[in-house]
């Protein structure tokens, strides 16, 4: 058995705003897969240990505009286009390195609230 390597695959994710009534698919390119990573057995104290992760190493922002937003509502969001992926320690800034993320395609707005 032999695990996929970190690498671009296409992926749609869902895109939303609050203000705007319903989120949109878009297709763009994610970097999935996985990394050797190494968990010392002796651990030292005060001494950092990173895993890394399958992340981007150059990405560009895509413009999207939502059709269902309400006058006042910029429509317009932004998400990121992967160009090509390494294995490096998480950056927070542009990439989910959470224990168990959400879905790609999950929606803020699925959710129902109440009151």
Same mark, same amino acid.
């Given at each position: ?7 671009? *695959? &296409?992926?749609?994710?869902?895109? /939303?705003? /609050?203000?705007?009534?319903?989120? %949109?698919?878009?297709?763009?390119? *994610?970097? +999935?897969? %996985?990394? *050797?990573?190494?968990? @010392?057995v002796i651990? *030292? @104290?005060? +001494? ?9 190493? !150059?990405? =560009? =922002? ?6 269902? $937003?309400?006058?006042?509502? !910029?429509?317009?969001?932004?998400? @990121?286009?992967?160009? +090509? #992926?390494?294995?490096?320690? $998480? ?5 989910? #390195?959470?224990?168990? +993320? ?6 803020? &707005?699925?959710? @129902?609230? =109440?009151?």
């Open positions: 058995f032999q695990l996929p390597p970190c690498q671009l *695959i &296409n992926q749609t994710v869902s895109v /939303e705003k /609050e203000g705007c009534a319903s989120c %949109h698919p878009v297709e763009t390119t *994610i970097c +999935s897969g %996985h990394c *050797i990573t190494k968990d @010392p651990k *030292i @104290p005060f +001494s950092k240990v990173y895993q890394h992760v399958c992340t981007y190493r !150059d990405f =560009y =922002y895509k413009t999207f505009e939502l059709p269902d $937003c309400p006058p006042g509502v !910029d429509p317009t969001v932004t998400y @990121p286009v992967a160009l +090509s #992926c390494h294995c490096g320690r $998480c950056a927070m800034d542009t990439s989910d #390195c959470t224990f168990e +993320s959400l879905q790609p395609d999950f929606c803020m &707005n699925d959710i @129902p609230f =109440y009151y």
